[in-house]
């Protein structure tokens, strides 16, 4: 009963030649995912923001940037009944996510704009200026990419030489760093100690080892949730406490790194400041 009704409000949308004209730019954006929100918030007039996905507002953990500034923003979940209801002139989401929401979509003739996953802050450049033409906001994503070279240089201008090995733990003691994220630590001066930890093939490193062989800065990636939940627990064990004079021991959210785009800048500079902590320099002049 519920594809049924589905394809009901499909077929029904399409009749109502919901989409935009060709070539204009959209005026009822719907984002799908929280890592495209980041990107549709910070690009669209909010006026012109149909709906965010509910993530965007989560803070069980908290996955997003934005969840302070998107009170009064209609947030949905991933589904066709909430999309169409919208009559939204283009959707928003990833490649490949949800392959059957884009078939329905596609059937009730509304344009989507699936964003590729950037690997690389010049992929970033390349998908904020894409999606900006898109929106009709090239100078907004001109400008977004402008403040993120800037926020990376002013770190860079700060590290210290040769880079800081830094391991980053997360709950579970997962140390996965690579693409944006590797690209960020080696800009604020940091080199990720994660593939000389000996890790396990789901990315986990074990504590023992952390004690056996600190690295110069150890980063406690454990301040996304409101309240600890149980992965937390091990970046609270106490052979963590035991480190003190043997590894720099700090806690930083590392949120803006959890989705790729030009606000993971934001990450370098308190990054580069902790680079300077382990490494006891001064800051360059």
């Not at 392959?99 to 992929?123: R, T």
């Not at 977004?144 to 980053?168: F, N």
């Amino acid at each position: 009963m519920r594809l049924a009704h589905s394809w009901h409000v499909v077929f029904l949308a399409a009749s109502l030649g919901l989409a935009a004209p060709a070539g204009a730019a959209p005026q009822h954006v719907v984002s799908l995912l929280v890592c495209t929100d980041e990107y549709v918030y910070r690009l669209e007039p909010r006026e012109r923001i149909a709906a965010l996905s509910y993530l965007a507002a989560d803070r069980q953990p908290v996955v997003s940037t934005i969840a302070d500034q998107v009170h009064g923003i209609t947030l949905i979940r991933q589904n066709a009944e909430s999309v169409l209801a919208l009559h939204p002139d283009l959707v928003v989401t990833y490649r490949f996510v949800n392959p059957k929401l884009h078939e329905i979509l596609g059937a009730a003739g509304i344009p989507v704009y699936d964003l590729p996953w950037a690997a690389s802050y010049d992929a970033i450049r390349k998908i904020t200026r894409d999606l900006g033409d898109r929106l009709g906001a090239r100078d907004r994503a001109d400008a977004l990419i402008a403040e993120m070279d800037r926020k990376l240089a002013a770190a860079h201008a700060r590290a210290p030489s040769p880079p800081v090995s830094t391991l980053v733990y997360e709950p579970n003691g997962y140390v996965t760093a690579d693409g944006v994220t590797n690209e960020t630590l080696a800009d604020a001066g940091l080199r990720n100690a994660g593939p000389d930890m000996h890790q396990a093939r789901n990315g986990t490193v074990a504590l023992e080892m952390i004690a056996a062989r600190p690295p110069e800065l150890l980063i406690l990636n454990d301040a996304r949730e409101a309240t600890p939940a149980h992965a937390d627990l091990l970046l609270r064990h106490p052979a963590l406490a035991a480190l003190k004079g043997r590894a720099v021991v700090a806690h930083l959210s590392l949120t803006p790194l959890l989705c790729p785009g030009p606000w993971s800048a934001d990450a370098a500079g308190p990054l580069a400041g902790l680079a300077l902590r382990a490494r006891g320099a001064r800051p360059k002049s």
